[in-house]
């Protein structure tokens, strides 16, 4: 017999209580959820009631059905009457072509015992087939950027009827240089509309676009970019370049690692690592912006299944990939911003799993492990594994008080004359050796709300990457 707490407990976590349409609620049942995740169970009332949203939520939150499950609720309870090809009413704009696709999966699966239709559009492959669907008439858009700017000056898609615009990861969306399309595609949307808008991170510039596209939104945030899943252990190798590709061979050796997703600052580092790994007889591909639109969703399908064990990805091309059970992430090189590194091992340990980080950090690395061990807030434990360890020994630890951070003392934990480090604090910008560091404008943060210290943004590196 249950209690009447536990009765109460149960109605309140579960998706019934939303309110949600039967079908809706079927669909959600053979995806297993039982549970709604705490970004589901904060916005999808605020959607379900018309609300305008700013979600500080990464993917992997399970931010793809808070919006998608209320969206699809509305859409089948006043369906289109009119006559002719449906409008369409829901335009979701996201920033790569992998997360478009997952996204429309997303409204496939969870709106598959509705009458909704929807279509996926994104540059890179021909544009016939979803020129096609849109003249079709489709209730739902997922777009990126620059494709469906393209469209909408061929006269294809007409935005006019949106009723519900999603952005989807805002502040990826502004590294990308995408600011202009963006706000020329919103040029195009009704005034009176809902707006949802998400985005892991939320910095001034961020923050400053919010405020200009929504109408008195509601906050939502979970889980913030400075902390990553609890279920993901993290322990950091210290090597040296020329001995890191050896050693990721020695682990893959080891039975722990099941498959992992290893990360390389550029795209040609993820064509070497996979090269090599080939030459070792580790079954290995990589995803990367060079690569065709197919040889990608082949390469993560191939994943998937198990038929690849290493998948090889820039952070860009990885960016909210959605691989359940993933057993390890490597950092095979560390990302030069901190935020990446929440980003890219929240690839693993999703849903509640487990899974293990590892980070490959050589000696000019360290100031970005310092970094990264600022922004979490906590010291990486250093792998017991000390094959092919690093000749310099390993880091001293880094003093996580960022107040320190902000003089010459911040250097005192990391190795005088270490490339790199000080200038990142250097108003100016530009660190000691003439690499781009954070600049004045960009070191202003909005405090309490999302992650705890400003995002350093080399979008135009970032671009070059992609
Ligand atoms: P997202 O953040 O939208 O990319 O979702 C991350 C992953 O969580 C996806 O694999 C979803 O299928 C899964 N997911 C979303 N909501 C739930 C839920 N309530 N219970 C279990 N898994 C979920």
């Not at 050796?253 to 990360?263: E, H, Q, R, S």
Request: glycine share 8%; hydrophobic share 35%.
């Amino acid at each position: 017999m249950q209690t009447q707490t536990e009765q109460l407990l149960e109605k309140k976590m579960s998706f019934e209580s939303f309110g949600l349409r039967p079908e809706i609620l079927r669909a959600v049942a053979e995806k297993k959820y039982t549970i709604p995740t705490p970004i589901q169970e904060k916005a999808i009332p605020l959607v379900l009631a018309g609300k305008d949203l700013v979600g500080c939520a990464q993917t992997g939150t399970g931010k793809t059905a808070a919006f998608a499950l209320p969206i699809l609720h509305r859409l089948q309870g006043t369906p289109w009457k009119g006559a002719g090809r449906r409008p369409i009413r829901v335009l979701v704009l996201t920033p790569t072509r992998e997360l478009a696709s997952q996204i429309a999966e997303s409204f496939g699966a969870y709106g598959k015992h509705t009458t909704l239709k929807h279509a996926t559009v994104f540059g890179g492959v021909n544009q016939g087939p979803q020129a096609q669907a849109l003249r079709r008439g489709i209730d739902i858009l997922v777009a990126t950027p620059g494709r469906l700017l393209d469209l909408m000056s061929q006269g294809l898609v007409q935005l006019r009827t949106v009723e519900t615009f999603v952005l989807d990861e805002a502040d990826r969306m502004l590294d990308m240089g995408f600011i202009h399309d963006i706000r020329r595609v919103i040029d195009q949307l009704p005034a009176k509309r809902q707006t949802l808008f998400f985005s892991a991170t939320m910095p001034r510039e961020i923050q400053g676009l919010a405020d200009t596209i929504l109408r008195d939104p509601v906050r939502v945030a979970v889980t913030p970019v400075a902390t990553p899943a609890e279920a993901v252990e993290q322990r950091v190798h210290y090597v040296e370049k020329s001995e890191k590709i050896k050693l990721l061979k020695h682990l893959l050796d080891g039975p722990a690692i099941k498959n992992a997703l290893v990360f390389t600052r550029t795209k040609h580092g993820a064509d070497a690592v996979t090269r090599q790994l080939e030459r070792y007889q580790v079954r290995a591909e990589a995803i990367h912006g060079n690569k065709s639109q197919n040889a990608r969703e082949k390469a993560l399908a191939s994943f998937k299944r198990g038929a690849t064990r290493v998948l090889v990805a820039t952070d860009i091309a990885a960016r909210g990939l959605d691989i359940v059970d993933l057993s390890h992430v490597v950092n095979f090189d560390l990302p030069n911003e901190p935020e990446s590194y929440v980003h890219r091992i929240g690839r693993t340990g999703r849903a509640g799993a487990s899974g293990i980080a590892l980070s490959f950090c050589s000696f000019d690395e360290r100031p970005f492990l310092a970094d990264i061990e600022r922004l979490i807030r906590k010291h990486l434990p250093v792998a017991e594994d000390s094959t092919y360890r690093s000749g310099y020994g390993a880091g001293t630890p880094t003093d996580l008080d960022p107040r320190h951070a902000h003089g010459a003392g911040a250097l005192s934990q990391v190795h005088p004359g270490m490339p790199g480090h000080q200038g990142k604090h250097d108003a100016s910008g530009t660190r000691p050796d003439g690499r781009p560091g954070r600049s004045r404008r960009e070191s202003k943060w909005t405090p309490g709300f999302g992650a705890s210290k400003p995002a350093a943004r080399h979008s135009e590196h970032r671009r070059a990457e992609w």
